[in-house]
């Protein structure tokens, strides 16, 4: 991320979503984010050591979050990963096992032991363990979408 994205990163929208991010995974789950302190900043998410990835609501969710550490995995700048509909970070072949995913999420609020096969921009494939994957809910109960974390990969 160039120096211009990261004084953006500390604006309104990523304040507002890292706290989302927290809170929702806090209230869904009983547990913080991985190795972090109370209230972390959307820097410090960016900085973290595991990957953290967020999409939207639209009918074809569209990212709209990726640390540092997923743009890497992902081979992507944070213009190209926000750009991306999320159905096409894993191949067409394991896109209807993402669906499933996605709808278990759905039903049941989170889930802490996905493991599955994405894709870099390269096309160098990679796979995630024991991801956990949440519905982002704010405090009054709203869905903004879906995020997943995950500290566990390998090339394949």
Known sequence: ????????????????????????????TGKRLPGLAADPTALVLFDAPFAL???GTEDD???NFANRT???LFEMSWDEFTALPSRKSAEPVNREERARLLARVTRD?????????RISSSGRRFLIENAVVWNLIDGRGVYHG??????????L
């Open 53 to 55: 990835v967020s999409h």
């Open 61 to 63: 969710p569209v990212f």
């Open 109 to 117: 609020g989170y889930i802490d032991d996905y493991s599955g096969v």
């Open 1 to 28: 991320m160039t120096d211009s994205h990261l004084s953006a990163f500390s604006g309104e929208f990523h304040r507002k979503h890292a706290d989302l991010l927290c809170e929702s995974y806090e209230r869904l």
């Open 70 to 72: 997923a743009l890497d």
């Open 146 to 155: 879906q995020a997943a974390v995950f500290d566990r990969w390998s090339y």
